[in-house]
C-alpha cells in the first residue's frame, strides 16, 4: 500500500472488527461396534486362571467370534473344577496348649549353632568315641568339625548353668540340648585342642622345612658371591656420577633397596633406562660379570620370607608340641582312665616322637639363618633392624630385571648362543632342585619309622623345590613304616592317608584400612591411627601409614590368641605385646575376624563370651 492505494494482487483486508473464521471441524470418530453378545458363565469355586490374549474389540465386527456358539452346557464342569480349582489355604490355627522350649544360650550363639547342627548327625557316643582316634580316614573327626566344636566348647559358666538344670532335657532347644551332652564329656577342650595341633602341625612342619632351606642357600649366596658385589659398584660409580652435580651429593655405599629403582630411572628421551645403561657397560668393560644372576637364582625362590616369621614359626611349633605331650599327660590323669584314651595317649606319644628330632634340628637350622643374615647386613651395611622380606625382594625384582636386559644386549651384540646357554642352564638348574625336592621328600617318608627307633635320622634336603610350596599338602610324611612296631600303625595311616587324600584349601587374603590403637603409657592419652592392613596367604598381618608403602610393620598371628572385645574392635595377643585394631563396621570386623582366625583360633583373653559367639557377635560385650 503507498499513498492510501491498493496493490493490485493481493486480498482485500478483512473488515475492521469482524473475527476470523473457525477452524475446519476434526474427521468423525471412529465409532466402536456395539457388542451385544455376552456369555453368561460363572464358576461355583475359584479357578486357577488360564492366561489368554482377548480379541480387540474392534477387530470382533467380522471375525467368527461374532456367530461364535455357547457351548458351556456340553462340558463337564464337575470335572473342570475338580481338577482347575485354585488350592486354598487353611489357616492353621496356633496351638495354644504347645509348650515354649527353654534356652540358656546367646541368640547368635544359638543361631549359628543351629546351622552347624544341621549338617553335624551325630550322637553323642559316637561323638566320645571319635575324640579318641587320630586321623580322620581312621574315623575321627574332620578339621571343619574340630574347630567348629571348639569355637563352641560349653565354658565353665555354660556347664554351671546346665547342671542347675533340674527339668528333662527335652525341655530345652536342640542346641541347648547338644550343649549339655558336650558338658558331659570330660576334658573336651583339652581333647579338641590337641586333635587341632596335630592336624595342623605335619603341614606347617612341610612348610616350613623347605623354606628354611631355601631362605639358608639365598643366605649363603650373598654373603659369598663376589661378581654381584662387583655390580654394586658399577651401580655406585653411575650413580655418584650422576648425583654429584646435584643436591643428592656422592656417597660411599647405598641400601640394597635402592637396586629396583633403576629400572624407574629413564633418560630424558624416555627410551633409556639407568639400568640398561648398567648393563651396557658392564658388558663392555666386564663381560664375565653378566652371569651373576645364575649364581642369585636362589634368592628369586624366597622373594618375600621374613625371618622373624621364620622363627616365630619355629618356636610356634615347638610349644605346640609341648602343648600336645601336656594335653597327652592331662588325659592320663583320670583316675582309672578308659582303654580307648591310654591307646590314644599312646599313639599321640608316638607321633610328637616322630617330630621331635626333626624339629630340633629344624630350630638349630632357624638359627643358623639368623645368623647368616646378621652376617649379611653387616657385609652390605644394612640396619641391624632391616626386614628380609624388603631386602629378598629389592635383589629378586633386580636380578629378573637385570636377566632381562643381559638377553637383549647380547642379542644385539650377536651373541644368541650364550643367550641360549643361560636358557638352558637355568632350566636345567630348576630341574635339578625340583628333582632333589622329590627325591628327599620320598627319603623323609620312608624315614619316618626311624624316629621311633633311632634318635638321628637325616631331614629335609637343602636344596630348594619351586613346587613344595604349592603341593605340600600331597608331599607330607608317613609317620610309621613299620607296622610291626607297637602302637606305630595308626599314626603311620594317620599321615599316610593325609599324604593321599587330604584336600588343599586356600588360605584367605584381605586388605583395607583399620584403625590401631597406639601405644602409650597412659590410658587416657590413647589415640587411634588409621593404618592400611594386609594380610597375606602365610599368615603374616602388614600395616602402613599408606596403601602400598615399603616402610612396614607386621605381626605375625600364628599361635596368637584373637578376639572380638567389642562389636568392632579386634583384639590380637602376640607374645611382644597386645594390639587393637577396629573396623568402621560391625560386618567388617567379622569379616577381618573370618579370615585372621584361619590362621589362629585360639581365644584370646578377653570379656566371656567374646570369642565363642564369633562369626555373629553382638555389640553388648
Known amino acids: ?16 472488527g ?13 465409532i466402536l461396534p456395539v457388542i451385544t453378545k455376552k456369555f453368561e458363565v460363572t464358576c461355583k469355586v475359584k479357578m486357577r486362571p488360564f492366561h489368554w490374549n482377548k480379541v480387540p474389540v474392534l477387530n470382533l465386527k467380522n471375525s467368527v467370534w461374532m456367530d461364535a456358539r455357547d457351548l458351556t452346557g456340553k462340558i463337564d464342569t464337575d470335572v473342570l473344577e475338580k481338577n482347575y480349582a485354585a488350592k486354598t489355604s487353611e489357616k492353621q490355627e496356633p496351638d495354644v496348649n504347645k509348650r515354649k522350649l527353654k534356652s540358656f544360650l546367646d541368640p547368635k550363639v544359638a543361631q549359628n549353632l543351629a546351622i552347624f547342627l544341621v549338617g553335624f548327625k551325630m550322637e553323642p557316643e559316637e561323638l566320645k568315641y571319635r575324640l579318641t582316634i587320630l586321623s580322620e580316614q581312621d574315623g575321627g573327626l574332620t578339621t571343619e568339625h574340630i574347630n567348629v566344636l571348639r569355637r563352641y566348647h560349653p565354658t565353665a559358666e555354660d556347664v554351671e548353668t546346665y547342671k542347675q538344670f ?17 558338658c558331659e564329656i570330660p576334658n573336651l577342650k583339652t581333647r579338641l585342642d590337641l586333635l587341632m595341633i596335630i592336624n595342623d602341625f605335619p603341614v606347617a612342619y612341610n612348610d616350613l622345612a623347605p623354606t628354611i632351606d631355601k631362605v639358608s642357600d639365598a643366605l649363603d649366596v650373598l654373603c659369598h ?3 654381584f658385589v662387583s655390580v654394586l659398584e658399577y651401580v655406585l660409580a653411575v650413580g655418584n656420577y650422576i648425583n654429584s652435580g646435584s643436591t643428592k651429593g656422592v656417597a660411599i655405599g647405598f ?3 635402592t637396586l629396583p629403582k633403576l629400572s624407574e630411572c629413564k633418560s630424558k628421551d624416555k627410551n633409556v633406562t639407568l639400568l640398561k645403561f648398567l648393563v651396557q657397560q658392564i658388558h663392555k668393560s666386564e663381560p664375565g660379570l653378566m652371569d651373576f ?19 616365630a614359626e619355629s618356636e610356634v611349633m615347638k610349644k605346640d608340641l609341648a602343648k600336645i605331650r601336656r594335653n597327652a599327660t592331662t588325659l592320663m590323669k583320670a583316675e582309672n582312665p578308659p582303654e580307648r584314651d591310654v591307646l590314644f595317649c599312646e599313639e599321640v606319644e608316638a607321633f610328637v616322637e616322630a617330630y621331635d628330632g626333626k624339629l630340633s634340628e629344624l630350630s638349630e637350622k632357624s638359627e643358623k639363618v639368623k645368623k647368616l643374615y646378621d652376617q649379611m647386613l653387616v657385609r652390605f651395611g644394612e640396619p641391624c633392624h632391616a626386614e628380609s622380606e624388603e631386602i629378598f625382594s629389592a635383589i629378586s625384582e633386580f636380578v629378573k630385571a637385570f636377566k632381562r636386559e643381559a638377553d637383549i644386549t647380547l642379542m644385539a651384540a650377536g651373541q644368541t648362543h650364550l643367550v641360549r646357554r643361560k636358557s638352558k642352564l637355568l632350566k636345567k ?33 637343602s636344596t630348594p623345590d619351586i613346587e613344595v610350596k604349592s603341593t605340600h599338602v600331597a608331599t607330607l610324611r608317613k609317620a610309621f613304616s613299620d607296622p610291626k612296631s607297637p602302637g606305630s600303625r595308626s599314626g603311620q595311616d594317620f599321615l599316610r592317608e593325609r599324604q593321599q587324600t587330604r584336600k588343599f584349601v586356600s588360605n584367605p587374603t584381605k586388605e583395607g584400612w583399620l584403625e590401631k590403637l597406639a601405644s602409650t603409657k597412659s590410658p587416657l592419652a590413647s589415640q587411634w591411627n588409621k593404618r592400611y592392613f594386609e594380610l597375606t596367604n602365610k ?45 568402621p563396621t560391625h560386618q567388617e570386623a567379622n569379616d577381618w575376624m573370618q579370615c585372621l582366625l584361619v590362621y589362629t583360633v585360639k581365644p584370646a583373653n578377653v570379656p566371656k563370651r567374646a570369642f565363642s559367639q564369633y562369626p555373629s557377635m553382638d555389640a553388648g560385650h
Open 225 to 227: 658371591c663376589t661378581k
Open 18 to 30: 469482524i473475527p476470523p473464521p473457525p477452524a475446519p471441524p476434526p474427521p468423525p470418530a471412529e
Open 1 to 16: 500500500m503507498e499513498n492510501g492505494e491498493i496493490k493490485s494482487g493481493s486480498p482485500p483486508p478483512p473488515p475492521m
Open 429 to 461: 638348574n630348576k630341574k635339578k632342585q625340583n628333582g632333589h625336592a622329590k627325591v628327599d621328600a620320598t627319603s623323609s617318608s620312608d624315614s619316618q619309622m626311624s624316629k621311633f627307633e633311632k634318635s638321628d635320622t637325616h631331614s629335609v634336603n
Open 166 to 182: 533340674r527339668d528333662t532335657p527335652h525341655e530345652l532347644e536342640n542346641t541347648d540340648q547338644f550343649m549339655m551332652q558336650l
Open 293 to 311: 644372576v645364575d649364581d642369585l637364582i636362589p634368592l628369586t625362590l624366597v622373594p618375600e620370607v621374613s625371618i622373624k616369621a621364620l622363627q
Open 255 to 257: 641400601r640394597l633397596t
Open 539 to 583: 599368615g603374616q598381618l602388614y600395616y602402613s601409614k599408606k596403601k602400598n608403602e615399603k616402610n612396614v610393620e607386621s605381626i605375625y598371628l600364628r599361635g596368637s590368641p584373637i578376639a572380638l572385645e567389642d562389636d568392632r574392635t579386634i583384639v590380637i595377643q602376640t607374645e611382644e605385646k597386645v594390639y587393637k585394631l577396629r573396623a
